[in-house]
């Protein structure tokens, strides 16, 4: 189906801009960027790892923050990848449950606390996410997950499901990179030498 420039331009400026909006609704919650580049700053400062995990979506979105977290200078880990090293006690753990918990975050975020880890954890749901109660700090991203998209709708919507969450999250990662990477004071040079030469 060809639909055009036009359409195009206009489909992706519709998603863009709804992503934005995410970021300026008003909070009683501290600005997740602010938080998120405060706990990663303070494990690199203390030379800790970070680890990530995320399901579905939103683990590919934390797949892409520890790619650049790496190229950054971090030690940084996916959770289950092949040479993932133990959690300790110097160590950050960045979890995402959009709707609030999955069985699994709610295990990866209870054994890193229990191993002496911080666990950072991103959500939608603050309050009442089964997965909050693991987290030393709650990042709130107030998107629409899959826990609140209704699902009845008879027309189709732009952003179905929990894609308004996920694109939230790679849009407030690059935020992230840009402001981690101006804390740590590491140059373009820096950080485009440490990309991989395998490909």
Known sequence: ??????????????????????????????????????????????KGR?????????GLMLKALCMRLAHLGLS????????TPPITSKDLLVASAGPG?????????????????????????????SSVKHANVVAYVAAQTMADDGGGEKSRTLLPMGSVYEGAMFVLFEMVVYKLGE?????????RARHTNLE
């Open 1 to 46: 189906m060809d639909t055009g420039n036009g359409s195009m331009a206009s489909l992706a400026s519709q998603i863009c801009n709804h992503i934005a909006s995410i970021f300026s609704k008003p909070s009683i919650h501290p600005p997740a960027l602010d938080l998120v580049v405060a706990e990663l700053a303070s494990i690199a400062s203390q």
């Open 50 to 58: 970070v680890f990530l995990y995320g399901v579905g979506r939103e």
């Open 76 to 83: 940084a880990h996916f959770v289950f990848d092949m040479t």
């Open 101 to 129: 918990g999955f069985s699994t975050v709610d295990a990866i975020c209870s054994v890193a606390r229990s191993h002496g880890g911080r666990v950072l954890l991103l959500t939608a749901q603050p309050e009442t996410g």
């Open 183 to 191: 804390v740590l004071g590491e140059s373009p040079e820096a950080i």
